[in-house]
């Protein structure tokens, strides 16, 4: 079958500050099992395996994500340097309520861009937004949150990386990052992958014309 899929997992890490909510989140997209109860152990290293929409067609590409321990602390703010080779894409989660977790993606990115050589990766945000809850008190004024995320947009926009607002707690919210990642680490494969094989076949089309 020569369209048959060849089937490359997209390799996606996800990383950030420790407690932003790196293993809720990838919990909460590939089981949905995480509510305000759930209580999550800190992370070493676990791999799940995610069979992601890739928003055409019903079409279904499978992605392992590699969940990370959480940066913590002025210098640890670096990723160990085996994390910065083999993904094929990166999603950096921040807080929007502490800002140092934004400042630590800078820092990463910094990294991810000296280690990517010349192929391309794929690099989203994450904002976790947690849920307010009614018995907590209503923000100050001006709402220090979104001048962080102003920030971050800001960032955002200067380095041409999507971010997006996610509530962990909203399942639906993680579909369109995770989506838009799979499409873009899958593209459309209309033709065939091997440029001589398509020669070949074009070849044939003509001559039976
Ligand atoms: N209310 C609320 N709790 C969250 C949210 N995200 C994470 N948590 C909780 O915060 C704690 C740390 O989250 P975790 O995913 O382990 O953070 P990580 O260190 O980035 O992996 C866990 O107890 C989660 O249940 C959220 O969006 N809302
Ligand atoms: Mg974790």
Redesign the pocket.
């Known amino acids: 079958m020569l369209n048959a899929k060849i089937g490359k997992v997209g390799k996606v890490l996800v990383c950030?500050?420790?407690?932003?909510?790196?293993?809720?989140?990838?919990?909460q997209l590939v089981y949905g099992n995480?509510n305000?109860?759930?209580?999550?152990?800190?992370?070493i290293e676990d791999i799940y395996v995610a069979s992601v929409d890739t928003g055409r067609g019903g079409a279904r590409e499978t992605l392992r994500i590699y969940?990370t321990?959480?940066l913590q602390g002025e210098q640890a703010a670096q990723l160990p340097r085996h994390y910065l080779q083999f993904p094929d894409a990166f999603v950096l989660?921040y807080?929007p309520t502490d800002p140092r977790s934004l400042d630590m993606l800078a820092d990463i990115k910094t990294d991810i861009d000296k280690h990517k050589e010349k192929k391309e990766v794929p690099v989203i945000v994450l904002a976790?937004?947690?849920?307010r809850?009614k018995k907590d008190t209503p923000p100050a004024t001006p709402n220090p949150v979104e001048s962080i995320m102003d920030r971050a947009n800001n960032w955002c926009q200067r380095e041409r990386i999507k971010h997006y607002t996610v509530?962990?707690?909203e399942r639906p919210s993680l579909y369109e990052p995770f989506t838009m990642l799979c499409a873009r680490l899958h593209p459309p494969q209309t033709k065939s992958t091997f440029p001589q094989l398509r020669q070949v076949m074009q070849n044939r089309q003509k001559s039976e014309v």
């Open positions: 950030g500050m420790k407690n932003v909510g790196k293993t809720a989140l990838i919990e995480i305000a109860d759930t209580e999550l152990h800190p992370t969940d321990a959480g989660v807080d976790n937004v947690r849920a809850s509530n962990v707690m």
